[in-house]
T-cell receptor, first 115, second 114 residues
Framework: AQSVTQPDIHITVSEGASLELRCNYSYGATPYLFWYVQSPGQGLQLLLK??????LVQGIKGFEAEFKRSQSSFNLRKPSVHWSDAAEYFC?????????????FGKGTHLIIQP | EPEVTQTPSHQVTQMGQEVILRCVPISNHLYFYWYRQILGQKVEFLVSFYNNEISEKSEIFDDQFSVERPDGSNFTLKIRSTKLEDSAMYFC????????????FGPGTRLTVL
């Protein structure tokens, strides 16, 4: 069965500093990987996704993520965080081909931005 | 930009009552999903729906739950007899169903069972 591990429950970063949120996945085939962001009281907004091709994917709001098959990782990065980036970040994995399969989410990383 | 909508945003009910959560998926999407997120926990898949039938369901989706597409636009989740542990945020999602497609999530309905 597929699984996603986000080892950091909370991360605190100063505004303007760089950010990396870790995500490791377990999946028997080629995964389809996502990062979603959830602001307080809001739904899930897609930041970026990896399907195939270039292993470094660009997303919205200046985020990027790199797929590393050898490490089963899909870490999210941002070179300079803004206070508005404070939110909960979820990594998710799905079956290649989309369709009926539900996504499997990690437990999330709560990002706190210090002024 | 088209989006998934959900109503109500917050539903309070008594234990044992039936609730229906409503979703309007993006209009040309073919696959529909329900997820739930218990407070402070991860988002969990409940069920997927395609061509007017359930495609996949998780072990959470027991006989107390049912889904329906009653017309061309709505997609509903019914909980027949709510329990305290059903209190959660329920998210609806949809996608085109083509390879590599993304699931787009609605804003959620917060269900509180008293």
């Amino acid at each position: 069965a597929q699984s996603v591990t986000q080892p950091d429950i909370h991360i605190t970063v100063s505004e303007g500093a760089s950010l990396e949120l870790r995500c490791n996945y377990s999946y028997g085939a080629t995964p389809y990987l996502f990062w979603y962001v959830q602001s307080p009281g809001q739904g899930l907004q897609l930041l970026l996704k990896y399907f195939s091709g270039d292993t470094l994917v660009q997303g919205i709001k200046g985020f990027e993520a790199e797929f590393k098959r050898s490490q089963s990782s899909f870490n999210l990065r941002k070179p300079s965080v803004h206070w508005s980036d404070a939110a909960e970040y979820f990594c998710a994995v799905g079956a290649l081909g989309g369709g009926a399969d539900g996504l499997t989410f990690g437990k999330g990383t709560h990002l706190i931005i210090q002024p | 930009e088209p989006e998934v909508t959900q109503t109500p945003s917050h539903q309070v009910t008594q234990m044992g009552q039936e609730v229906i959560l409503r979703c309007v998926p993006i209009s040309n999407h073919l696959y529909f999903y329900w997820y739930r997120q218990i407070l402070g926990q991860k988002v969990e898949f409940l069920v997927s729906f395609y061509n007017n039938e359930i495609s996949e369901k998780s072990e959470i989706f027991d006989d107390q739950f049912s889904v329906e597409r009653p017309d061309g636009s709505n997609f509903t989740l019914k909980i027949r007899s709510t329990k305290l542990e059903d209190s959660a945020m329920y998210f609806c999602a949809s996608n085109l169903g083509t390879k590599s497609d993304t699931q787009y999530f609605g804003p959620g309905t917060r269900l509180t069972v008293l």
